[in-house]
């Protein structure tokens, strides 16, 4: 790390390239170790571009490399055409760490207050969030009192108090129930109207839901980058494994341990588990198969 | 907190002493000093240990501010928390100790300007240091192998060496053994604030859990 910055934010600086982001041919890791392995790609329009792979396949390695806070061993990050580590390019970027970041012995609205003074957001950026993550009542707790689920909503709160090109977001639903999730990744949404979204998740129906692009990474390289709906294909085939042992289904093809049909779509899923549970079959397993995003984890 | 115990620990023992033994007060403030300096700083570790654990640092890192500026600035912390501590314990201990009729002798003020400042502030830095290379390269830890057990454990080492050295050659080479302590104490620390860039490619740093 060469630049220092102070606390409070220095006055915006044109780059050349507005909000867009891109590694070339990057290779980044720690110490002796290279996690990620000639990674490139470029993103200019705005949405929510889902970083897809199994724990362990770089995701956060990457979001450290993009952010600056890693440099790569080999290859080079550009943020709005610059250098990342030239002047004004960080400020184009706010990356949200899969650690709740909130500094311990300060109650939650002081700690939405020490982002702010960092961000350069005023107090009543402090009350927006407050409302908008729904954490109003928790304003006067501390870190401590706080449960995991609250921690992740604080800790994304700080994402929303200054406005940013750049959204690098490390699992920020982690934590959350499915209700809190759903809200958080609209509010996610709405900002990927104007604003490039990288958000990593190693869950393939929540990048569906909210992704525009897939980033997959697998062993530390950049396995696909590609529209989520060309990633559909054009049939959906779903694979049952089932508890007791059957040699033939009527309706289905087989495949290893798999009774394979094809579905209309997800939304026949159900009637399918109730045709099966009408025939007195108990499911072991229901997934999809020929996915390539599926492919990626096994 | 340790900036409650280390000012209130000195101050007890200063105002003990200064009612019960103004020689004794003398002798053995100059040599404790330097202690309860480090003792009361230690709540800059403190905070940097949370900080890393929790995200702050790493998010802070990734806004741009140095790493090295982020290690600066916990010594600078920890040094005015010594500060606070020396210099409530040397105003209320030293006022006392006049206000009972005694005369501050020129060999306490030499001790306490060569010794004890000079020694409580290296030692203070060193120890955070310390505390921080410490931190940040294992895992979060409690107890005495954690960095805030561990750091004055070893940030102790150089008063009490000093003091050793100074038994065995004696008081006549007393300010080129203190001045040297110093002096190789603050080469240390430097050298290791000026790499503390090489820290941030190691996965623990950043990966505290």
Same mark, same amino acid.
């Given at each position: 790390m060469t630049s220092t910055s102070p606390l409070v934010p220095a006055p915006p600086v044109a780059l050349p390239d507005g909000g867009s982001i891109e590694c070339r041919s990057v290779s980044s890791g720690y110490l002796r170790t %290279? =996690? *990620?392995?000639?990674i490139s790609f470029s993103i200019r329009e705005p949405g929510v571009y889902v970083v897809l792979g199994? #724990?362990?396949?770089?995701k956060t390695t990457l979001f450290r490399t993009l952010s600056g806070i890693l440099r790569p061993s080999e290859g080079e990050v550009r943020i709005g055409g610059v250098p =990342?580590?030239?002047?004004g390019a960080r400020e184009q970027l706010h990356f949200l760490t899969h650690m709740d970041g909130i500094p311990a012995g300060l109650r939650v609205r002081e700690a939405l207050e020490f982002y702010a003074r960092v961000e350069g957001a005023s107090p009543s950026d402090v009350d927006r969030v407050l409302d908008q993550l729904q954490i109003r009542e928790l304003s006067h707790k501390f870190h401590s009192q706080l449960s995991a689920g609250q921690r992740k909503r604080v800790s994304v709160g700080r994402v929303f108090l200054r406005p940013r090109a750049l959204y690098l977001l490390?699992?920020? %639903?982690? #934590? *959350?129930d499915p209700k809190l999730a759903k809200e958080i990744r609209s509010l996610i949404l709405e900002l990927s109207r104007e604003k490039i979204v990288l958000y990593s998740s190693h869950n393939l129906f929540e990048a569906r839901e909210i992704g525009r692009w897939v980033l997959a990474i697998k062993e530390g390289r950049l396995a696909l980058f590609d529209r989520i709906e060309n990633l559909r294909g054009a049939r959906f085939v779903v694979g049952v494994r089932l508890l007791d042992p059957v040699d033939s289904l009527p309706g289905f093809s087989r495949e290893g341990d798999y009774f394979l049909r094809e579905l209309a779509g997800p939304e026949a899923v159900p009637p399918l588990l109730r045709e099966l549970d009408a025939r007195g079959l108990r499911v072991r397993e229901l997934r999809e198969m020929n996915n390539p995003l599926e492919d990626l984890f096994t | 907190m340790p900036l409650l115990f280390g000012t209130g620990y000195a101050l007890l023992i200063s105002i003990l002493l200064d009612l019960t033994s103004p020689s004794a007060y003398a002798t053995v403030i100059s040599l404790f000093l330097p202690i309860f300096i480090v003792v009361g700083s230690m709540g800059g570790l403190t905070v940097f240990v949370n900080d890393r654990i929790n995200g702050v640092l790493e998010y802070l890192i990734a806004y741009g501010v140095a790493a090295r500026r982020l290690f600066a600035d916990i010594l600078l912390a920890g040094l005015a928390l010594g500060g606070i501590v020396a210099g409530t314990t040397l105003g209320i201990g030293l006022g006392l100790y006049v206000a009972e009729g005694n005369t501050i002798s020129p060999t306490l003020v030499e001790a306490l300007l060569v010794y004890s400042l000079p020694m409580g502030f290296a030692t203070t830095a060193f120890t955070s240091t310390i505390g921080m290379y410490w931190s940040s390269l294992t895992s979060p830890r409690e107890g005495m192998n954690s960095p805030t057990g561990i750091a004055p454990l070893i940030g102790l080492a150089p008063p009490a060496a000093t003091l050793a050295v100074l038994a065995t050659?004696?008081?006549?080479h007393f300010l080129a053994i203190v001045g040297g302590a110093t002096l190789v104490v603050v080469a240390v620390t430097s050298v290791l604030l000026r790499n503390?860039?090489?820290?941030?490619?190691?996965e623990r740093f950043l990966s505290p859990a």
């Open positions: %290279t =996690v *990620l392995k000639e199994p #724990n362990g396949a770089g =990342v580590d030239a002047p490390d699992e920020p %639903t982690a #934590n *959350l | 050659l004696g008081e006549s503390v860039s090489t820290l941030l490619p190691n």
